[in-house]
């Protein structure tokens, strides 16, 4: 499967499922779930430790709001990086979400996340 041959209505179809679970998996704190998705180089740099201090030092990714609005794709190196705009229930303003998505195997993983 070559993801840069997709068109972003394809990916959107795939990146969204990936970034809802995201975020629901954050505002539940749900180490086993938020991870599920993540590429095995992901994997190796989240471990639950770390995760549970970000979960408990930034209010943000804890009360991150459902349907995000989808701003576009960058494709570049074999993998897209499909950005989100993200609101929250309790901090005020709009952030930028990003979800860098690739192959590994022959599955769709994700090698990158982030909320800025």
Known sequence: ???????????????????????????????????KDFSSQMLYGANEV???????????????KDNPGFLGCIKRDGFITVLYKQE????????????VLGIEGNLIKVFGATIY
């Open 1 to 35: 499967m070559n993801l840069l041959e997709k068109t972003d209505e394809e990916i959107v179809k795939i990146a969204n499922p990936i970034w809802e679970n995201l975020i629901r998996s954050s505002n539940n704190k749900d180490y086993g779930s938020f991870t």
């Open 88 to 99: 929250s229930n309790t901090v005020p303003g709009e952030f930028l979400g990003r979800l």
């Open 50 to 64: 770390e995760l549970g201090k970000q979960w408990a030092n930034n209010k943000l990714l804890t009360s991150l």
